[in-house]
């Protein structure tokens, strides 16, 4: 099947610094993906819709300014967790869609993010 | 968006089936159930989908029920690594996929 990778699998940083998530759809051309976060024992949550060429489209109570995105590729979208504290610290899962039907969206293996 | 409920967590014996339900009682008609799974520390997996007719895959068999209200997914022998959280997803394609609680399942030696 299709294939989208993250990365890094993990990260530790900094509170304060800044961390940037990749997410690629390997085989196919990504005309929407989206980012998700999910904290220890919880379902996943949909941050945030990230469509080429235009701006991504966050969730009620998603900071844009802190949770930045970038599609600028049909293959590329990142996540770029701005001034990190540890209260962001959480797993956080891109998926890539090549179409309408949602079994042609394919999830990332996730990266966990730890901010000490 | 519909809303679903499904139990926090059971538990099957290797080798038997399990039977997984939702209910989504206010699911609209254009919507499908969209199954997916996720293991520890993984991105979820697509199982099965369906509108109204019971599907079956190398996966999974989804039973809907007449009125829609609710659906049932049967791993027909299960194993050791179907241990995973399950999810019942109604889902308007086009839209945004939106996870629920989901099931917790144990399958055990």
């Known amino acids: 099947g299709a294939v989208v990778s993250q990365h890094p699998s993990w990260v530790i940083c900094k509170s304060g610094t800044s961390v940037k998530i990749e997410c690629r759809s390997l085989?196919?051309?990504?005309?929407?993906m989206f980012w998700y976060r999910q904290f220890p024992k919880q379902s996943l949550m949909l941050m945030a819709t990230s469509n080429e060429g235009s701006k991504a489209t966050y969730e009620q109570g998603v900071e844009k300014d802190k949770f930045l995105i970038n599609h600028a590729s049909l293959t590329l979208s990142t996540l770029t967790v701005t001034s990190a504290h540890p209260e962001d610290s959480s797993f956080y899962i891109c998926s890539a869609s090549r179409g309408a039907r949602v079994n042609e969206a394919f999830f990332g293996q996730g990266t966990r993010l730890t901010v000490v | 968006d519909a809303k679903t409920t499904q139990p926090p967590s059971m538990d099957c014996a290797e080798g038997r089936a399990a039977n997984l339900p939702c209910n989504h009682s206010?699911?609209?008609?254009?919507?499908?159930v969209y199954w997916y799974r996720q293991i520890h520390s993984q991105g979820p997996q697509y199982i099965i989908h369906?509108?109204?007719n019971n599907e079956t895959n190398e996966m999974a068999s989804l039973i809907i029920t007449e009125d829609r209200k609710s659906s049932t997914l049967i791993l027909p022998h299960a194993t050791l690594r179907d241990t995973a959280v399950y999810y019942c997803?109604?889902?308007?394609?086009?839209?945004?996929?939106?996870f629920g609680q989901g099931t917790e399942l144990s399958v055990k030696p």
């Open positions: 997803i109604p889902y308007n394609q086009g839209g945004k996929l939106i």
């Open positions: 369906g509108l109204k």
């Open positions: 206010t699911i609209s008609g254009n919507e499908y």
């Open positions: 085989d196919f051309q990504a005309t929407t």
